[in-house]
């Protein structure tokens, strides 16, 4: 063979070995794409995020971030038209400062689900037809134990425990650990209700039941016997929530979830039966949904990039109508009181008003007099059919019931309400039975009810009462105000539900019907050693809670400062004396972010009463686990 041929086969060569230009490039695109996805909706993600960002939102964020540092004011690509369907963006839309509230902005960012998170949620097991009783093998959410499949074995594992463990069992010993267990947990109480980053999560339904969201379930509290019912076919976390009353012994529930392929689940409220499910009908989760006046008629909005809103015949599950809303986040949605056909729908930077026509939907953008830098965080219709809209600057805008080409809202003193909470925001606001009166909450912690029965809308009275984080996140109200028995519930943003008359303001009962951690994960566990009744938790809100089993209450609160940090593990000594708590942590993956300077800190509380008796630090990172010797003298 010659010297020619040989080279001919080499790689440097132009043979059949040899890569083309073409191909080169190609193999370029394929590493730039590496670190990305593509998802059901045509969009690539970097997977390296916490949270979903698309190429474009980062590189939105990142344009913002150089034009701060060099004192400008660069364009985000915000459209001004603010017309559906078009493209619009705004600076948040990616989870940034968008009202100046943090929960607020937060509304809807969720961090991606992993294939084994959905499949451990898809084993939930919930019979969608019941009776509402516990344990009557009917409605019930249980949870069966089975034994876990062997995995293969990887030829680099080396697990020293294992083999001491084998070797130390006695010859008289019966493995049964690969036996079938026939045994089922039920449900039986949930403590905690989703304050810190959902709003209007928190109804009446017609005959007085209480009816909220808690993670992926539906739960109805009975209000004479104060026992919880669980609507669990959900297998995600729960968003949105809206209701609908059928006489005085009903409601029908619809809840809205996040997650790849989100869902509707629309259930009764006495019986927590199933009645439809509405799929493929969102991407990514549902942030708002609400019925029709005559309940017929459920619209939802998603959290896709133009926040789809659709409308459904939810009973057929047939999908009536969709349209964009555009890209700016949505934060209300609601229907006319006496048309079926007539809805609106807020967010930042917009309020747009919609009109069911046989051509579709056809839209009425609001405008707010000049004023900038608004976000609408809820909005509702009083009896004279104007929209009352609550904002991020705290005021009360109002726009008058006349069907126009244009939606201007009413001037400040004639109509719309300036400052109506001071100088902070609005989170909701909710109408009185008979449309004369309205209630708003706020982030400062008070309750204000307005009259509108007239031109003028006059506040008739204020309340306020003590929380650990008083921002009202939600309102529901019972009855007529011209009723002595008129109350509402009070949902706030320290995971807190209170039950109040509209009368005087005082509280029902003398604590919270619900109490639970308002922020991020829960991590902390213990059970005390002596009192089988009681166990302690903690978690990235920075509190530590002590909670009775058999009354189903929490006992003990740590003060507020206490823990320095997010807790990650808890540790009683054997005679449950002391309590110590191990601080440190980071969010999201865990693996992203910096620690803050109290993190490897002990906290040493009392074991009763939570009372803080001690602080010290032993480490630069998280504690992630602590152990007591028997004795109570060493701490591991």
């Known amino acids: 063979m010659s010297y020619r041929a040989r080279r001919s086969?080499?790689?440097?060569?132009?043979?059949?070995?040899?890569?083309?230009?073409?191909?080169?490039?190609?193999?370029?695109?394929?590493?730039?794409?590496?670190?990305?996805?593509?998802?059901?909706?045509?969009?690539?993600?970097?997977?390296?995020?916490?949270?979903?960002?698309?190429?474009?939102?980062?590189?939105?964020?990142?344009?913002?971030?150089?034009?701060?540092?060099?004192?400008?004011?660069?364009?985000?690509?915000?459209?001004?038209?603010?017309k559906s369907g078009s493209n619009r963006t705004s600076k948040g839309n990616d989870g940034s400062?968008?009202?100046?509230?943090?929960?607020?902005?937060?509304?809807?960012?969720?961090?991606?689900?992993?294939?084994?998170?959905?499949?451990?949620?898809?084993?939930?097991?919930?019979?969608?037809?019941?009776?509402?009783?516990?344990?009557?093998?009917?409605?019930?959410?249980?949870?069966?134990?089975?034994?876990?499949?062997?995995?293969?074995?990887?030829?680099?594992?080396?697990?020293?425990?294992n083999t001491v463990a084998t070797k130390g069992v006695p010859s008289s010993a019966t493995d049964l650990s690969r036996d079938p267990i026939g045994s089922k947990l039920y449900l039986e109480h949930v403590h905690g209700f989703r304050g810190q980053d959902v709003r209007n999560n928190l109804y009446y339904a017609a005959d007085g039941t209480m009816v909220y969201i808690a993670a992926a379930l539906g739960i109805c509290v009975d209000p004479k016997t104060g026992k919880q019912r669980y609507m669990g076919e959900h297998t995600d976390d729960i968003l949105s929530i809206a209701l609908t009353h059928q006489s005085n012994r009903f409601s029908y529930v619809a809840t809205g979830e996040i997650g790849r392929n989100p869902k509707i689940i629309v259930w009764k409220s006495n019986t927590m039966e199933i009645i439809s499910t509405i799929q493929d009908c969102h991407k990514r989760g549902?942030?708002?949904?609400?019925?029709?006046?005559?309940?017929?008629?459920?619209?939802?909005?998603?959290?896709?990039?133009?926040?789809?809103?659709?409308?459904?015949?939810?009973?057929?599950?047939?999908?009536?109508?969709?349209?964009?809303?555009?890209?700016?986040?949505?934060?209300?949605?609601?229907?006319?009181?006496?048309?079926?056909?007539?809805?609106?729908?807020?967010?930042?930077?917009?309020?747009?008003?919609?009109?069911?026509?046989?051509?579709?939907?056809?839209?009425?953008?609001?405008?707010?007099?000049?004023?900038?830098?608004?976000?609408?965080?809820?909005?509702?219709?009083?009896?004279?059919?104007?929209?009352?809209?609550?904002?991020?600057?705290?005021?009360?805008?109002?726009?008058?019931a006349t069907s126009k080409k244009t939606k201007k809202m009413l001037p400040f003193g004639s109509g719309s309400i300036k400052n109506a909470h001071g100088d902070g925001k609005v989170n909701c606001v909710e109408v009185v039975l008979g449309g004369k009166h309205i209630v708003s909450g706020g982030s400062d912690g008070r309750i204000r009810v307005w009259d509108c029965s007239s031109d003028e809308i006059t506040k008739v009275n204020e309340f306020k009462f003590p929380a650990q984080i008083p921002s009202v996140q939600s309102l529901s109200v019972l009855g007529m105000l011209d009723d002595a028995a008129c109350k509402a519930l009070v949902g706030t943003r320290g995971g807190d539900v209170l039950e109040i008359s509209l009368h005087n303001g005082k509280r029902l009962n003398n604590k919270p019907i619900i109490t639970g951690h308002h922020f991020g994960e829960l991590w902390g566990l213990v059970c005390h050693p002596t009192n089988p009744d009681i166990f302690v938790t903690s978690g990235d809100d920075k509190t530590c809670r002590m909670w009775n089993i058999g009354g189903q209450e929490c006992v003990a609160i740590a003060k507020s400062g206490v823990l320095p940090d997010m807790s990650r593990c808890l540790a009683y000594t054997t005679d449950g004396t002391f309590l110590a708590c191990g601080c440190g942590g980071r969010l999201g993956s865990r693996k992203v972010g910096k620690t803050s300077k109290h993190t490897g800190k002990v906290v040493i509380l009392d074991g009763t009463s939570l009372r803080h008796l001690s602080t010290f630090k032993v480490a630069k990172e998280q504690i992630s686990d602590l152990c007591y010797s028997n004795d109570g003298k060493t701490l591991v």
């Open 286 to 400: 549902i942030c708002r949904i609400a019925f029709s006046p005559s309940g017929s008629i459920l619209a939802s909005i998603g959290i896709d990039d133009q926040n789809s809103l659709a409308l459904h015949d939810w009973q057929s599950g047939d999908q009536l109508t969709r349209m964009r809303t555009g890209g700016d986040k949505v934060f209300g949605l609601a229907f006319h009181p006496d048309d079926d056909n007539v809805l609106v729908s807020c967010g930042h930077n917009h309020i747009t008003f919609w009109t069911q026509t046989n051509r579709g939907l056809d839209d009425v953008n609001g405008t707010f007099g000049g004023i900038e830098k608004l976000s609408v965080l809820d909005t509702v219709f009083d009896g004279n059919g104007r929209c009352i809209a609550a904002t991020s600057l705290g005021h009360l805008c109002v726009f008058s």
């Open 97 to 161: 400062n968008i009202t100046g509230d943090e929960h607020i902005d937060r509304e809807g960012i969720v961090s991606e689900r992993s294939n084994k998170y959905h499949e451990m949620m898809s084993e939930t097991q919930y019979s969608a037809k019941g009776s509402g009783e516990a344990n009557d093998g009917i409605g019930d959410i249980f949870g069966m134990l089975h034994v876990p499949k062997k995995k293969k074995k990887h030829r680099m594992e080396r697990k020293a425990w």
């Open 9 to 82: 086969r080499s790689p440097r060569s132009r043979g059949r070995h040899s890569r083309s230009p073409t191909r080169r490039k190609k193999g370029q695109r394929r590493r730039r794409h590496a670190n990305t996805k593509r998802d059901s909706d045509g969009i690539y993600w970097y997977q390296d995020c916490t949270e979903r960002e698309s190429h474009r939102r980062r590189k939105i964020k990142n344009e913002n971030k150089l034009s701060e540092a060099s004192g400008g004011s660069k364009s985000s690509g915000y459209n001004s038209s603010n």
